[in-house]
């Protein structure tokens, strides 16, 4: 029989790396964040065979320090925290100090850095267990750049479904990454990918400029001009006001029109406190909620919620994507009622527009007859009272005017 024992640190590092890095999407989320958390106003991304070979982040962050080049890929070392009781009132994307020594048990991973203080930068390569084996200057401006080679290589099978499977991990990654370059203002994101032999192509260039601008370079125009800025209704209820407090959500949502939505939720884009997230059960409800209105389709979703950090816990799991909301129930109640009212306002809005529309149409007609005579057709259409229902947009009105524009057809009993 065997005893039980303490594993060893370098077993148990191992172990307990490969659930913090399980994906390229994983690998690029940390350097990224870590940027941001620098300060930066730049971040480009560089792929060579989609992450495959290597995978490049470079900023124009504050650099690092010199005092820190020996502890910065050690686990648990960490500038961003010192104690528990700090978890709570966290300012910064990362704070468990485990992305980077994780990185360099999965493969090869060397930095180039200057600080600010620094007139010159300096390039630090790592071993498994994230200690510095080399160092050398090299000029750079200030700013960091991290490499990760031969990601997965100390784990594989891991590799292997890596390898296979790259494209597809890949474009998992851009979705991931589409949530930074969407909600950060101020910061100007770029990627790149290299195929071996061939020239560098660039996949997206996010200038960071406003989040309306964000969403028409990641997507297009046509994105946009389907949305509709969301506007949060309290309820009127004093107690519910009272519970509500404290909370604020601000973004866009698709128009309830049929076509801008989509036919799956594959842009949806939630935010705790500006921090992208994973809110399975609020998306739930969003859709449907949406799907009231237009059953067949799926709304585009980019919302941030404001919310006191004493009442989240962002520590569920390592990539901190999974939150717990002490007040979800209240975020519910405001998201209902907000859409509910925000989309009868709408419908209320088209539907005053198409009568406006028609109304205008029946007195351009009855200017353009008085100096010709009435045909019977017309009487019958004058006459008769029409069945309208409400049209999705002022342009679809079932009243069409005929190519040469010289008689107008009008169809009573409209259903």
Request: charged fraction near 25%.
């Amino acid at each position: 029989k065997k005893s039980i024992k303490r594993i060893d640190g370098i077993t148990a590092k191992s172990i307990s790396s490969g659930q913090v890095i399980t994906s390229l999407s994983n690998v690029v989320k940390e350097l990224i964040e870590n940027s941001i958390d620098a300060k930066s106003t730049h971040i480009c991304l560089k792929f060579k065979d989609f992450g495959k070979e290597s995978i490049e982040c470079a900023d124009n962050g504050f650099g690092v320090e010199e005092s820190d080049f020996e502890s910065i890929a050690k686990r648990h070392y960490t500038s961003k925290l010192s104690d528990f009781s700090q978890l709570s009132t966290i300012q910064t994307f990362g704070f468990r100090g485990e992305a980077l020594s994780s990185l360099c048990d999965l493969s090869k991973v060397w930095i180039h850095s200057r600080h600010l203080s620094q007139s010159i930068g300096t390039k630090l390569y790592f071993n498994s267990e994230g200690i510095v084996i080399r160092r050398e200057l090299s000029p750079r401006n200030i700013g960091t750049t991290v490499t990760v080679e031969n990601l997965f290589n100390s784990i594989p099978v891991r590799r292997k479904e890596f390898v296979n499977n790259i494209k597809r991990e890949f474009d998992k990654m851009l979705r991931l990454v589409y949530s930074y370059c969407i909600g950060c203002v101020g910061i100007r994101i770029s990627c790149t990918n290299q195929l071996v032999n061939k020239t560098k192509q660039t996949i997206f260039c996010c200038p960071g400029i406003s989040i309306k601008n964000n969403i028409v370079q990641i997507f297009d125009s046509k994105q946009l001009n389907s949305l509709i800025e969301f506007e949060q209704h309290i309820e009127s209820d004093e107690q519910s006001s009272n519970d509500n407090n404290g909370i604020k959500i601000t973004g866009f949502i698709s128009k309830c029109d049929f076509g801008c939505g989509r036919s799956a939720n594959d842009r949806q884009f939630l935010y705790v406190n500006r921090r992208p997230c994973e809110l399975k059960n609020i998306l739930k409800f969003i859709n449907e909620t949406y799907r009231n209105f237009n059953r067949n389709q799926y709304p585009f979703v980019l919302l941030n919620i404001e919310i006191d950090k004493s009442l989240v816990d962002f520590n569920v799991t390592p990539d901190k994507r999974q939150l717990i909301i002490s007040k979800e129930e209240q975020i519910f109640s405001i998201i209902k009622e907000s859409l509910i009212k925000m989309y009868n306002k709408e419908n209320s809005c088209q539907l005053d527009s198409m009568t406006n529309y028609t109304t205008k149409l029946f007195h351009n007609l009855s200017q353009k007859r008085k100096s010709e005579p009435v045909d019977e057709e017309v009487k019958a259409i004058m006459s008769t009272p029409l069945k309208m229902s409400r049209c999705r947009s002022p342009c679809d009105s079932p009243f069409k005017e005929s190519v040469n524009n010289e008689r107008l057809i009008v169809s009573p009993n409209v259903s």
